[in-house]
């Protein structure tokens, strides 16, 4: 597994098996949290939703630290993500960000020609992203000691996607085609946005996250081919630089769609490389390396149906997981907003009481 430069305090977080396992280190159980744990599926979240806009909620730490603690508390899970979105960060970088109820995020004025790169301020100055580091010292603050907080970022092929398509897509081919036929403005693209995702990891860091997760969600609608090509030099920069100042906060690398890249995302980097429900866990674990910690990966429809299926369905993937360390359980992606609270709670319950890893 990874060596690690281990903080000299050790904090009560640091024996948890949320931290050991992201260390591949052997753990009592399994650990557990959820991609999207606090979200519209959740009645506490919906509540303060009638009140606040989504960026606005986004933008208040007191209330962001407070919808994800009521998700950890209800849930009973290994770990906390802030509550936070992958798009904030593109504000100071000179785009208009707006949320439409219905429509899912809008960028106005997108990057469509190689004129508009230049316009895209890197960040350096990380004062306007200010309530976001608020959110993770106040997470911290007000979590269980025991537990570790996660922080987040979108990755540069997501993040441009949005900036290039001017919000989400199915095929993301304005973005392909500009990647494909404006290489030069495309890697200045990519480049001020891996320093400037970089810089926003460490001082998540700074302000009290114990692990951080690189999300890399639209990034399957590229080949292996054009993902080592135009991508994975941008991302190896980016966990260069957090693992360069901070050696010893694990990073998960998570990416969805291809299962083909899972090896070059392991090129890439991360201490664990987060997994979709597309390819089996233990074939994922084979393609990325038994010397990397694996995050996954069931499907978040099983979650729509019964807790006998649950059961079922987290039990096939302990299976072919065994004993081995360095495993997170996980979703494949993030829990859909229809799924009833119960149903999860019993996931969590699941997990918990499914086995031990060991050396």
């Known amino acids: ?172 081919r304005t973005t392909k085609v500009f990647m494909l036929t404006q290489e030069s403005a495309w890697n200045d693209l990519l480049g001020k946005i891996a320093r400037s995702v970089a810089r926003y990891l460490n001082a998540q860091i700074k302000a009290g996250a114990q692990i951080v997760q690189l999300f890399d969600s639209w990034v399957g609608c590229l080949s292996a081919d054009h993902y080592r090509r135009f991508v994975q030099p941008h991302v190896k920069v980016l966990i260069d630089m957090v693992k360069m100042e901070h050696p010893e906060t694990p990073l998960i690398h998570f990416g969805t769609g291809n299962p083909a890249l899972l090896p070059w995302m392991r090129e890439a980097g991360g201490n664990v490389i987060g997994v979709d429900w597309r390819i089996p866990i233990d074939k994922a674990w084979e393609m990325i390396g038994h010397d990397r910690a694996v995050q996954g990966n069931l499907d978040p429809t099983v979650l729509l149906t019964d807790k006998k299926t649950i059961r079922r369905e987290v039990q096939m993937i302990m299976q072919k997981v065994g004993n081995r360390p360095g495993f997170i359980f996980n979703l494949g992606h993030g829990i859909l907003p229809q799924t009833p609270v119960e149903n999860v709670v019993h996931l969590v319950e699941t997990v918990k009481t499914s086995g031990k890893t060991s050396r």
């Not at 906390?80 to 208009?96: C, K, R, T, V």
């Not at 911290?140 to 540069?156: M, N, Q, S």
């Open 1 to 172: 597994m990874t060596e690690y430069i281990l903080p000299e305090k050790q904090h009560p977080w640091e024996s948890g098996p949320m931290m050991r396992a992201a260390r591949g280190l052997e753990t009592e159980r399994v650990p557990v949290w959820l991609m999207r744990q606090a979200g519209r599926y959740m009645a506490e979240y919906r509540a303060v939703r009638e009140k606040t806009t989504f960026l606005e909620l986004c933008k208040n730490p007191t209330l962001a630290a407070e919808v994800m603690l009521a998700a950890v508390e209800k849930l009973k899970v290994d770990a906390a993500i802030i509550f936070s979105d992958l798009l904030p960060i593109l504000e100071p970088m000179g785009f208009n960000v707006e949320f439409s109820v219905g429509e899912g995020p809008v960028i106005h004025r997108p990057v469509r020609e190689a004129a508009d790169v230049a316009k895209v301020r890197e960040l350096e100055d990380l004062s306007p992203l200010d309530f976001v580091f608020e959110t993770v010292a106040e997470t911290r603050e007000r979590l269980d000691d025991l537990l570790p907080v996660i922080g987040f970022a979108g990755a540069p092929f997501t993040l441009a996607g949005y900036a290039i398509e001017g919000g989400s897509s199915r095929d993301f």
